[in-house]
């Protein structure tokens, strides 16, 4: 059987209007497919902690990341995406040390027994009283150890502390911190805060 050429025109220009891409050739770069076509990976996300330090037995927090591709073209549905990675973070540790420094003024000792609380997220402790009896010399550092608080907290996130006291007599202070492990992290005052009983207590965030 021989087709004319106008007969196989007119079935191709029938079929045309039912479809996307014109019957012509070579056909539109659009309606080429020759699979899949995989973008570069992209750079990894900063790493993400998905879990958080704070029982006194936790030792690492687990953290993960995450890139991704583009894809275009038929068959990308069984083409990888994205790529995640997951690892442990050995980053929580006890609170070792605390510090409070008065400042140099005549009033900055106080009568009052102070305490420290500590707080990380949803983590938060505080130490035994008195952790500080009455500190009485003014331009000088306090040290004492964390007795009471248990928990364990990041040592690459920031703290909040806040300083309770038993006295209406004010303490002046400068600067405050707590030893996460082997890292300090400190606030410090441009000038000093005044705290005592139920007055300017805290948050006081550090700066690491």
């Keep these: 059987m021989i087709l004319s050429l106008g007969f196989i025109l007119a079935a191709f220009a029938a079929v045309e209007g039912h479809l996307a891409c014109p019957l012509i050739w070579p056909p539109p770069s659009h309606c080429v497919s020759f699979g899949p ?3 570069a990976w992209s750079n990894w996300s900063t790493w993400h902690s998905t879990t958080s330090c704070g029982p006194s037995s936790a030792t690492y927090v687990l953290q993960t990341r995450e890139r991704t591709r583009s894809c275009k073209g038929s068959g990308c549905g069984n083409e ?3 790529q995640k990675q997951t690892r442990k973070a050995y980053v929580c540790k006890p609170v ?16 009052g027994w102070l305490t420290m609380k500590i707080r990380q997220g949803n983590t938060q402790c505080q130490t035994n009283y008195p952790t500080w009896k009455a500190p009485h010399y003014r331009n000088k550092t306090y040290y004492e150890h ?5 928990a364990t907290f ?3 996130k920031k703290v909040d502390m806040w300083l309770t006291s038993s006295s209406r007599n004010d303490v002046y202070i400068t600067k405050m911190g707590v030893k996460v492990g082997k890292v300090w992290k400190t606030w410090k005052s441009t000038s000093y805060v005044s705290i005592d009983k139920n007055y300017n207590n805290g948050w006081y965030t550090t700066t690491s």
């Design 154 to 156: 990041d040592t690459t």
């Design 80 to 82: 990888q995406t994205s």
């Design 146 to 150: 964390a007795v009471g608080c248990v």
């Design 96 to 111: 070792t040390m605390l510090e409070i420094t008065l400042a140099n003024y005549y009033h900055a000792p106080t009568t």
């Design 37 to 39: 076509h995989l973008g």
